[in-house]
Nanobody, 130 residues
Framework: QVQLVESGGGSVQAGGSLSLSCVYT?????MGWFRQAPGKEREAVAV????????YYPDSTKGRFLAHQNRAKKTLYLQMDDLKPEDTALYFC??????????????????????????WGQGTQVTVSS
């Protein structure tokens, strides 16, 4: 079982930036960032294939969020720019197995399917005010 610990959450005004970090105990095929807002389902915001570095972003975060990874330090990062009030949520880091995912014609070895992620951190809160 992979242990994951997130840090870096906080409060920021709309248009601002935050950086999140996730320290984990073991590299897995898929490492990702997810979020859950009150009353909403958990969703992926950036999912990275460890071997290739290829990263899936949903439309809601594409161009604003950037995930990167230091495999030697076993740390996953999320840089969030141009934050919006709708980005307010509890942000989780997760580790999972590879799985086939298509976004249109684009193939990903790691996608946003939450059931493929078996290990989760406790989350860090991000609050964006207007």
């Amino acid at each position: 079982q992979v242990q994951l610990v997130e840090s870096g959450g906080g409060s920021v005004q709309a248009g601002g930036s935050l950086s999140l970090s996730c320290v984990y105990t073991e590299n897995r095929a898929c490492m990702g960032w997810f979020r859950q807002a009150p009353g909403k389902e958990r969703e992926a915001v950036a999912v990275r294939t460890t071997n290739s570095g290829r990263t899936y972003y949903p439309d809601s975060t594409k161009g604003r969020f950037l995930a990167h990874q230091n495999r030697a330090k076993k740390t996953l990062y999320l840089q969030m720019d141009d934050l919006k009030p709708e980005d307010t949520a509890l942000y989780f880091c997760a580790a999972g197995r590879s799985h086939t995912y298509y976004s249109g014609s684009d193939y990903y070895q790691c996608g946003p399917r939450i059931t493929e992620y078996t290990d989760w951190g406790q989350g860090t809160q991000v609050t964006v005010s207007s």
